[in-house]
């Protein structure tokens, strides 16, 4: 069974400084890998999405993730973060071949401030 | 404008007494989920639905109930509350099951207290 762990409950950053959200999985075969984001008050958006080719996925509001299978990790970064980044990152995982059964992390709140 | 549209945003109830939390998606989605959010255990899904009339259940059913009667409808049933059920309640919907293209859109959220 797949299982999705974010290390980081909470992520303070300062704004235009970069950030870096942890997520590693586990898996006993290929999967798909997914970030979706939460502002406040709202549901959860998808933010990108990692199906194969490239390890290095670029998303939406200038963030991207990295898939590194060796180290079984898929960390989310952006250069330079705004305000309105603040909200809850959330990792998710589906095995190749097990339909839209998507596996969450426990969710990163990042807090941007000024 | 696509979207899932979940009703009520907020509901207080109380034990025992049976409610309905309701959800409509306007893309002719066959994919439907409900999940629930909870501090510390991210989303867990409650049950899913591949098309009308098929439903399955996730990894925390118990307590719920769920069903498929219309495409666009997918409602989420308590039918005897209880205060372990107080939770951020997520509707969600894809155009199809197994196709990691078509992503999830997810409603706004049903905040549920049970007393």
């Known amino acids: 069974a797949q299982s999705v762990t974010q290390l980081d409950s909470q992520v303070p950053v300062f704004e235009e400084a970069p950030v870096e959200l942890r997520c590693n999985y586990s898996?006993?075969?290929?999967?798909?890998l997914f970030w979706y984001v939460q502002y406040p008050n709202q549901g959860l958006q998808l933010l990108l999405k990692y199906l194969s080719g490239s390890t290095l996925v670029k998303g939406i509001n200038g963030f991207e993730a990295e898939f590194n299978k060796s180290q079984t990790s898929f960390h989310l970064r952006k250069p330079s973060v705004h305000i309105s980044d603040t909200a809850e990152y959330f990792c998710?995982?589906?095995?190749?071949?097990?339909?839209?059964?998507?596996?969450f992390g426990t969710g990163t709140q990042l807090k941007v401030e000024l | 404008e696509a979207q899932v549209t979940q009703n009520p945003r907020y509901l207080i109830t109380v034990t025992g007494k049976k409610l309905t939390v309701t959800c409509s998606q306007n893309?002719?989605?066959?994919?439907m989920s409900w999940y629930r959010q909870d501090p510390g255990l991210g989303l867990r899904q409650i049950y899913y639905?591949?098309?009308?009339?098929?439903?399955d259940k996730g990894d925390v059913p118990e307590g719920y109930k769920v069903s498929r009667k219309e495409k666009r409808n997918f409602p989420l049933i308590l039918e005897s509350p209880s205060p372990n059920q107080t939770s951020l309640y997520f509707c969600a919907s894809s155009l199809s099951h197994g196709t990691p293209n078509s992503p999830l859109h997810f409603g706004n959220g049903t905040r549920l207290t049970v007393t």
């Open positions: 639905s591949m098309n009308v009339e098929v439903t």
């Open positions: 998710a995982v589906s095995e190749t071949g097990g339909g839209n059964k998507l596996t």
């Open positions: 893309m002719n989605h066959e994919y």
């Open positions: 898996s006993s075969v290929s999967v798909y």
